[in-house]
């Protein structure tokens, strides 16, 4: 089974502008989470989706933003972009949400904000 | 709101050391507990977990952990560190039975030396 993807893999961008980052979860998982990891903050949630519904969100403002397609497929959203955005970007799939279920990460996406 | 401390930041051992990582977490009621592990260049990937049953649970490459009620904590331990072993190692919890919010420690280095 193929695992987690993520696209693109690297992207640069600058202040003020918004950016859309990809996730392809494992093939039969329709549970995908998005995460935001940096050296000083380490990795923070950033919501979750489950049949193309939000079903938790993390402390981040409203710039951060996300959807869920019909094939379990999931985009994030950045607008305004600000410095402290750049970080890696991880996405996380899992069947279903709740009970023992694993989550399993992709090789996430590289933000640079300029 | 749950929390998770990891108190090593960097540990450097020699090769055949043993090995603890220390891992407390903070929150009132039942959780699941998890041990993730990134090597170099690598994606994000699970060690171990415990959602209920033994408290001591084995997971990949020799790796176990104890769950401690009383003490809130799910230390990680090897016997026998390899070289391979260098990585960063994150605790996460999450609240059993909830949305698949994973809340993750600041981290530890591990720098296994030949």
């Known amino acids: 089974k193929a695992g987690v993807t993520q696209t693109p893999r690297y992207l640069i961008k600058t202040r003020g502008q918004q950016v859309t980052l990809s996730c392809s979860p494992i093939s039969g998982h329709r549970s995908v989470s998005w995460y935001q990891q940096t050296p000083g903050q380490g990795l923070q949630f950033l919501f979750e989706y489950f049949s193309e519904t939000q079903r938790n969100k993390g402390n981040f403002p409203g710039r951060f933003s996300g959807r869920q397609f019909s094939n379990s497929r999931s985009e994030m959203n950045v607008s305004t972009l600000e410095l402290g955005d750049s970080a890696l970007y991880l996405c996380?799939?899992?069947?279903?949400?709740?009970?023992?279920?694993?989550?399993?990460f992709g090789p996430g996406t590289r933000l640079l904000v300029l | 709101a749950q929390s998770v401390s990891q108190h090593n930041h960097h540990v450097i051992l020699s090769e055949a050391a043993s090995l603890e990582l220390g891992c407390n977490y903070s929150?009132?009621?039942?959780?699941?507990l998890f041990w993730y592990v990134q090597y170099p260049g690598q994606h994000l990937q699970l060690l171990l977990k415990?959602?209920?049953?033994?408290?001591l649970v084995k997971g990949i490459k020799g790796f176990e952990a104890e769950f401690i009620k009383s003490k809130f904590s799910f230390n990680l331990r090897k016997p026998s560190v390899q070289w391979s072993d260098t990585a960063e190692y994150f605790c996460?919890?999450?609240?059993?039975?909830?949305?698949?919010?994973?809340?993750f420690g600041s981290g530890t280095q591990l720098t296994v030396l030949p």
């Open positions: 929150y009132g009621g039942t959780v699941n």
């Open positions: 996460a919890v999450t609240p059993a039975g909830s949305a698949r919010q994973l809340t």
């Open positions: 415990y959602f209920s049953g033994d408290p």
């Open positions: 996380a799939s899992s069947p279903q949400p709740g009970g023992s279920e694993t989550q399993y």
